[in-house]
C-alpha cells in the first residue's frame, strides 16, 4: 500500500466506541506490535549506519534526517508488504514521527540542532520526509504524480536508503525481522 492509499483509506480499526478519552482511538495489540517492531528496526538500522548518518547529519541535519529516515521506514513498510504483513498506515504515520523524535534528539545531542531549534526542525522533517515518501511513489509508479509535476523515471530496483550524498546504505538481505 502507498502513502496515497494509506492516506485516503484514514485509520484503521476506528470504531466509535474504541475512542479513548480526547477523541483518540488506542492502539491494538496488532498495531502496537507492528509499531514496536518498525521502529526497532528503524532504530536497528540507523545504528548500523550510524558513521554514514553522523557524516550526513554534519553537512545537513534535516536533509540527512528526511532522506534516510524516509528512505528508512518505506524500505522496511515495502519489505514488511512483501512479506504478506502490510504495516497499517498509522503505525506508519506514528512510527515516523517518533523515529523523527529519535533523530531529532541526536542531533540535539551532538550539537546539531540547538535546543531553541528543534520545534522548526521537527516540523521540517516531518513535512519533507511526508512529500518524500510520497515522490518515492510516484517515481516508483504507485501513484500518479501530483498535477503539473514533471514525470520522473523510476529509481533502480534494489535501492536502500542514502546518505546526505547519495551514497547507498546496505541495508540486510531476508526483508524485515
Known amino acids: 500500500m502507498n502513502l496515497h492509499e494509506m492516506a485516503m483509506q484514514g485509520p484503521a480499526g476506528q470504531g466509535a466506541s474504541a475512542a479513548a478519552p480526547g477523541g483518540k482511538t ?5 498495531q502496537q ?3 514496536d517492531m518498525i521502529l526497532g528496526r528503524a532504530r536497528q538500522l ?3 549506519s550510524a558513521r554514514e548518518w553522523r557524516a550526513a547529519m554534519d553537512i545537513d541535519p534535516a536533509g540527512a534526517a528526511v532522506r534516510f529516515g524516509t528512505a528508512t521506514l518505506r524500505f522496511l ?9 502490510p504495516v497499517d498506515p498509522a503505525v506508519l504515520l506514528h512510527a515516523g514521527v517518533q ?9 540535539n545531542d551532538a550539537g546539531l540542532v540547538p535546543d531553541d531549534q528543534l520545534e522548526p526542525f521537527l516540523q521540517r522533517v516531518m513535512q519533507e520526509s511526508i512529500a518524500e515518501y510520497m515522490r518515492l511513489d510516484a517515481d516508483a509508479g504507485l501513484m500518479p504524480p501530483t498535477r503539473g509535476a514533471a514525470p520522473r523515471r523510476p529509481p533502480p530496483p534494489g535501492t536502500g536508503p542514502q546518505t546526505a550524498h547519495g551514497a547507498h546504505v546496505a541495508l540486510p538481505q531476508g526483508g524485515v525481522q
Do not use: H, T, W
Not at 488506542?26 to 496488532?30: G, K, L, T, Y
Not at 513498510?77 to 504483513?85: F, I
Not at 523515529?99 to 542531533?107: N, S
Open 77 to 85: 513498510a515495502m519489505e514488511s508488504e512483501k512479506a504478506g504483513q
Open 33 to 35: 506490535a507492528q509499531f
Open 99 to 107: 523515529f523523527v523524535k529519535d533523530v531529532a534528539g541526536l542531533a
Open 46 to 48: 540507523l545504528g548500523e
Open 26 to 30: 488506542p492502539a491494538s495489540a496488532e
